[in-house]
C-alpha cells in the first residue's frame, strides 16, 4: 500500500528563516508527486508536480525536489502569507490513486 | 476560467439523515475524485469517476456513493449519517491524459457537520 509521510507536523519560522519540508513516500511505481498548500478551511491549491528522481521545480520562494524516496519543498526567505499547510501526495502508476500526506503545518512570524 | 465548484458550502444534519453533495469540475475536465478531510486522518480518497465510471475507490463504507454525469458534474451521497461523517468534504477535477491523471485542482469543500 501506498504512503505518504510528511515532516515535521508543524514549522515556526522567523520572516527571511529558509528552510525545509520533507516527504517520504513508498509507492510500487511513481506516476506523479504533488505538492499543495491548504489555507484553513479552503480547499488545497496545486504547487507542484515533479515525475522522475532528480527533478526540480521553482515558484517564487518555493523549490521543490524529487529523489527516489523523498520530495524536499524548500521555503527561502518566507513571509508571513506563506503561512499555511503544505501537503504532499502521490500517485502510482498502476493503480492510479492519489495519497496523500497528513501535512506540515508552517507559521511564519514577522 | 472557472474553478472547482462545490455546493453546499455548510451543512448541518442529524445522525441517521442522508445528504447529497455537488461538485462541477473546471471545464474539460474529466476525472473527478472525492476526498474527505478530518484532523485525525488528513485527507482520505473516497473515488473517482471517470466519463460516468467509478474508476477507482477507497477504502469507506457502502453509505458513500458518488455518480458523474454526461457533463462531469459530480454527486456524492451519504446514508444514514453517523457522527463520525463530520468533516470536510473535497472534490478535485483533472484533465486526464491517455489513461492517468495529472495534478488536481480543488475546490473549497463542503462543511458537513452531522449532530
Known amino acids: 500500500e501506498d504512503q505518504v509521510t510528511q515532516s515535521p507536523e508543524a514549522l515556526r519560522l522567523q520572516e527571511g528563516e529558509s528552510s525545509s519540508l520533507n516527504c517520504s513516500y513508498t509507492?510500487?511505481?511513481?506516476?506523479?508527486l504533488f505538492w499543495y498548500r491548504q489555507d484553513p478551511g479552503k480547499g488545497p491549491e496545486f504547487l507542484f508536480t515533479l515525475y522522475s528522481a532528480g527533478e526540480e521545480k521553482e515558484k517564487e520562494r518555493l523549490k521543490a525536489t524529487l529523489t527516489k524516496k523523498e520530495s524536499f519543498l524548500h521555503i527561502t526567505a518566507p513571509k508571513p502569507e506563506d503561512s499555511a499547510t503544505y501537503l504532499c501526495?502521490?500517485?502510482?502508476?498502476?493503480?492510479?490513486?492519489?495519497?496523500f500526506g497528513t501535512g506540515t503545518k508552517l507559521q511564519v512570524i514577522p | 476560467k472557472a474553478g472547482v465548484t462545490q455546493t453546499p458550502r455548510y451543512l448541518i444534519k442529524t445522525r441517521g439523515q442522508q445528504v447529497t453533495l455537488s461538485c462541477s469540475p473546471i471545464?474539460?475536465?474529466?476525472?473527478v475524485s472525492w476526498y474527505q478531510q478530518t484532523p485525525g486522518q488528513g485527507l482520505q480518497f473516497l473515488f473517482e469517476?471517470?466519463?460516468?465510471?467509478?474508476?477507482n475507490k477507497g477504502n469507506f463504507p457502502g453509505r458513500f456513493s458518488g455518480r458523474q454525469f454526461s457533463n462531469s458534474r459530480s454527486e456524492m451521497n451519504v446514508s444514514t449519517l453517523e457522527l463520525g461523517d463530520s468533516a470536510l468534504y473535497l472534490c478535485?477535477?483533472?484533465?486526464?491524459?491517455?489513461?492517468?491523471?495529472?495534478?488536481?485542482?480543488f475546490g473549497q469543500g463542503t462543511r458537513l457537520t452531522v449532530v
Open positions: 469517476y471517470f466519463s460516468e465510471t467509478q474508476r
Open positions: 509507492v510500487s511505481g511513481l506516476r506523479g
Open positions: 471545464s474539460g475536465h474529466r476525472s
Open positions: 501526495a502521490v500517485q502510482d502508476r498502476g493503480y492510479q490513486k492519489v495519497t
Open positions: 478535485a477535477s483533472s484533465w486526464d491524459r491517455q489513461g492517468g491523471n495529472t495534478e488536481a485542482f
